[in-house]
């Protein structure tokens, strides 16, 4: 596949520049699911749902499982940050297996985490940090926030978010080889086929995948693990078509050639744009910047903004795809940072970023025997987005949690459930997501409410806004931004009842049950989550998966101290 140079001249010439011809094709398939997703919904059309998963009779099993290949505990459908977790299972001593339609371990966007999220792969012991150094990119002094004014502006300073630049590709083969290392299989170039499930409970997983050389290969596991990102089949048949109420589309590469200095405008590689516009909306969507110097003098940039499932919904106009995208993103580069001719591109960094909005860990039933993980299980902010590093943070949580579980052979039941990254404050976030994309006023509409916002965030300090950022957000936080953003900037009022189209009785239960979990949290302080843990070894197994999954929830979001 090509790309059309009429329409997207500079796309076309840039790809050709950095040697990406073979990113296009898998750029173009992600518009197609997303396009063709996005067109049904907004028709009311029935969706078409892939049938990859399958409850078969005993006998098609026993057919089946005849030709099967490889047997063990774990097999990974998909690579990425499914590595990690395949590391991370496998040092505990299942027998895994990962494989991906491509090479295993090739990734497509870098990734940014601050050190103290970091911490969780050392504490984990699988990871020391002579091992992480050598794949840190570079560590920044500060991280901004800002949105455009054209008179003044509110500049957040938070020096410990997202402030290390990691090169997930080197940090991916490291964990490949440290993979192999303790004995896990890894299958390049496969394509998944088809997860069959017995109606005996007891029977294994059989997972049916098609090689480069179009022949078949079955595998038998206790769980199927989807990481097969934003759209995965699993997840399509698991949401009847629907998979996310919320996506952010997201395209940049990895350039150098920028004007340097310690200016707002230019490049200075102390110091991440964490989030920042420069302008006001453009095509029906308010543009967002990121910029997160790596090594040398690279930059990696991000050009994105927020959407929901339905294209447009907010003005009723499409909205761009990510060739389209690209295509604003190297006609407005300069506008972000200067280069005075000079960029050079390295790499494209593209995707589709999911969220939903769920105040519940589970919003649907999990497919028999597979369990979602990353951005097939799209459980990160709906506002930063930050899937790498809601996935580290987690990844203790889920694989303890995931290993109880199979001890316990509970793996073909809703217990599985309970392995999820799920943060009750993050979801929340969906709020304030929803604000970052215009409502039909004025092209201005989310700079100078955010504005206002990032004002109040400020006014409460450093740390608030940093818990904020990092997905550590309390009960108490809330109230404090709900409140002052209501005396700062007293128009909140109507553009909330436009914006979020608030049903009183959906918003009054998705309230009850934040304050709910923030309750449970103050009564395990008084307790001592310790003291809970020893009790929960007294519990029967179900009662005591479903206490450890609250206090490692509790744990990740801060709401444990």
């Known amino acids: 596949m090509a790309i059309d140079r009429t329409r997207y001249p500079m796309t076309a010439a840039a790809f050709d520049r950095m040697g990406a011809d073979d990113h296009v094709a898998r750029i173009l398939q992600m518009d197609a699911v997303w396009e063709g997703i996005r067109a049904r919904v907004a028709s009311g059309e029935q969706l078409p749902v892939p049938q990859l998963w399958n409850v078969v009779s005993d006998a098609e099993y026993t057919q089946s499982a005849r030709s099967v290949s490889w047997q063990g505990d774990l097999v990974y459908a998909g690579s990425g940050l499914g590595l990690l977790h395949a590391y991370e299972m496998a040092r505990r001593g299942w027998r895994v297996l990962i494989f991906d339609r491509t090479e295993v371990g090739c990734v497509h966007r870098e990734w940014n985490i601050s050190r103290s999220e970091l911490q969780a792969l050392v504490d984990g012991g699988g990871w020391t940090w002579a091992e992480l150094d050598q794949v840190i990119m570079n560590e920044y002094r500060d991280g901004l926030v800002r949105f455009h004014r054209d008179n ?13 630049a990691l090169d997930a590709g080197a940090l991916l083969a490291m964990t490949r080889a440290k993979l192999a290392a303790v004995g896990a299989d890894i299958v390049d170039f496969c394509t998944l086929d088809a997860v069959s499930v017995s109606t005996d409970v007891n029977q294994q997983v059989l997972v049916r ?8 290969q079955t595998f038998g596991a206790r769980v199927v693990i989807d990481g097969m990102g934003t759209t995965s089949p699993l997840s399509l048949q698991r949401f009847g078509g629907r998979p996310y109420a919320g996506v952010c589309p997201t395209v940049g590469t990895v350039a150098s050639g920028f004007v340097e200095g310690d200016a707002p405008a230019l490049h200075d590689r102390t110091v991440g744009d ?22 040398g003098h690279e930059l990696t940039v991000y050009l994105f903004y927020y959407d929901t499932l339905i294209p447009g919904k907010a003005l009723g106009r499409p909205s761009p795809t ?50 979602p993980i990353g951005d097939a299980a799209g459980q990160q902010s709906p506002l930063t987005f930050c899937g790498f590093g809601s996935h580290v943070r987690n990844l203790r949580r889920t694989t303890g949690m995931l290993d109880t579980v199979l001890r316990a052979g509970l793996e073909q039941t809703d217990a599985l459930a309970l392995v999820t990254p799920f943060q009750v404050n993050v979801s929340l976030n969906w709020v304030f997501s929803r604000f970052m994309q215009p409502w039909g006023q004025t092209d201005a509409d989310v700079n100078t409410l955010q504005h206002h916002f990032m004002g109040v965030l400020e006014r409460h300090g450093t740390a608030f806004a940093t818990r904020f950022f990092r997905d550590e957000m309390r009960w108490s936080d809330y109230h404090k931004m709900i409140l002052g953003m209501f005396f700062a900037y007293l ?12 049903r009183t009785v959906d918003w009054i239960a998705d309230y009850l049950r934040f304050t709910w979990a923030g309750a449970l949290a103050a009564g395990g302080r008084v307790v001592g989550v310790t003291m809970l843990e020893r009790m929960a070894a007294d519990l029967p197994i179900r009662w005591r998966l479903r206490l450890l999954a609250q206090i490692g929830e509790w744990r990740v979001m801060g709401w444990d101290r």
Not at 274 to 295: C, H, K, N
Not at 322 to 331: A, D, M, P, T
Not at 491 to 502: H, K, S
């Open 274 to 295: 964490i989030l920042l516009t420069v302008s006001d909306a453009q095509r029906t969507q308010q543009y967002m910047w990121e910029g997160f110097p790596g090594r």
């Open 491 to 502: 128009p909140i009022v109507g553009i909330a009842g436009r914006v979020l189209r608030l």
């Open 209 to 216: 995948v098609r090689t480069a050389a179009n022949t078949i």
């Open 152 to 164: 003044e502006h509110v500049t957040l300073h938070l020096p410990e978010v997202l402030n290390i």
């Open 322 to 371: 990510l060739l389209e995208l690209f295509e604003e993103y190297f006609s407005l580069l300069e506008t972000y940072k200067p280069s005075n001719g000079a960029v050079h591109h390295h790499k494209p960094v593209y995707g589709y970023i999911p969220a939903r909005h769920s105040l519940q860990r589970t919003e649907a039933p999990l497919l028999r025997g597979v369990l």
